[in-house]
């Protein structure tokens, strides 16, 4: 039986980068179907990991992921920014076409992702995948959280809304290290 979306509304997505800045996952409910994880990283180029060649660089578990799986040698990325980078990788849509363009979201920003925008998430749960999402957002918060991936077809979401380095978003290293509040007021605060 043919999937509810045309294969190219799901595969018709740029990606210049690929580790772990965003993490895209999409487990099969009945065992007749492949699991999907996408890897999304930013500032990473195509000769950085051992997978792709680098001579020096070692990442085993992405290896072992690609000798497993299946590896793309030839992708675009719709922008050299996050947010619209982020939207045309989930739409596979240009990221004009939503609105997400040219900049990024950060911490004061209102706006997201549009709600009328179909997802790869939602159009994968319409084909009988549970989803997540773990790593950086970048398409919005909004008020009552309404830009994120929960509000986009994803189950699950662990990351951080926008870039570490926006405020007020605090640096931290879990689980029992500090974390700095660099934006505000440069102080080092404990969670416990």
Request: no cysteine; hydrophobic share 35%.
């Given at each position: 039986q043919p999937p509810p979306y045309p294969a190219s509304k799901l595969l018709n997505m740029s990606c210049r980068q690929l580790l772990f800045s965003a993490i895209f996952t999409a487990t099969v409910i009945t065992a007749d179907k492949p699991n999907i994880i996408v890897l999304f990283a930013d500032d990473l180029g195509f000769g950085d990991?051992?997978?792709?060649g680098h001579p020096t660089?070692?990442?085993?578990?992405?290896?072992?992921?690609?000798?497993?799986?299946?590896?793309?040698?030839?992708?675009?990325?719709?922008?050299p920014v996050c947010s619209p980078s982020r939207a045309a990788?989930?739409?596979?849509?240009?990221?004009?076409?939503?609105g997400i363009w040219p900049g990024v979201f950060g911490a004061a920003s209102?706006?997201?992702?549009?709600?009328?925008?179909?997802?790869?998430?939602?159009?994968?749960?319409?084909?009988?995948?549970?989803?997540?999402?773990?790593?950086?957002?970048?398409?919005?918060?909004?008020k009552n959280q309404t830009y994120l991936p929960t509000n986009h077809g994803f189950d699950y979401y662990m990351g951080i809304p926008y870039s570490h380095d926006m405020c007020p978003c605090l640096v931290c290293f879990y689980p029992h290290q500090p974390c700095f509040d660099k934006c505000r007021t440069g102080e080092t605060i404990l969670l416990t």
């Open positions: 990991l051992s997978v792709y660089s070692t990442s085993p578990n992405l290896d072992k992921m690609a000798k497993e799986g299946l590896v793309f040698t030839q992708f675009y990325s719709a922008s990788l989930l739409t596979g849509r240009y990221q004009s076409r939503s209102t706006g997201g992702l549009p709600h009328n925008e179909t997802t790869s998430a939602e159009a994968l749960k319409e084909a009988g995948y549970a989803t997540g999402m773990v790593g950086k957002w970048h398409l919005g918060v909004g």
